[in-house]
């Protein structure tokens, strides 16, 4: 069984930062592209920002020059850094994957189980 554990929200002023974690734990072999989602309740989920197993990156337009995405390999992890931080911010953040859990092949696409940033004086 894949897990995504994702750890790093929390309460922060307008204009803090904050760096959310995406750990894979359990039967990984291999992680293809990850991602970053925001929802907020009885929302669909938006992404973020993406990053492929090579390191090429993808924003929306709300997060470029703010945020950045990146991974450890090694670890299986995946990073958002979040600077200059809005009211607008706020949302349950979701992290997502592309699992290889063998050589074989098999694949899941897994979802963590979110984190919530409150950006908020």
């Known amino acids: 069984q894949v897990q995504l554990v994702e750890s790093g929200g929390g309460l922060v002023e307008p204009g803090g930062s904050l760096r959310l974690s995406c750990a894979a734990t359990?039967?990984?072999?291999?992680?293809?592209?990850m991602g970053w989602y925001r929802q907020a309740p009885g929302e669909q989920r938006e992404l973020v920002a993406i990053?492929?197993?090579?390191?090429?990156?993808n924003y929306v337009d709300s997060a470029k020059g703010r945020f950045t995405i990146s991974r450890d390999n090694g670890k299986n992890t995946m990073y958002l850094q979040m600077n200059s931080l809005k009211p607008e911010d706020t949302d349950v953040y979701l992290c997502?994957?592309?699992?290889?859990?063998?050589?074989?092949?098999?694949?899941?696409?897994?979802w963590g189980q979110g984190t919530l940033v409150t950006v908020s004086s």
């Open positions: 990053i492929s197993v090579y390191g090429k990156t």
């Open positions: 997502n994957a592309g699992i290889f859990t063998s050589p074989r092949g098999d694949y899941v696409d897994v």
């Open positions: 359990g039967s990984v072999y291999s992680i293809n592209d």
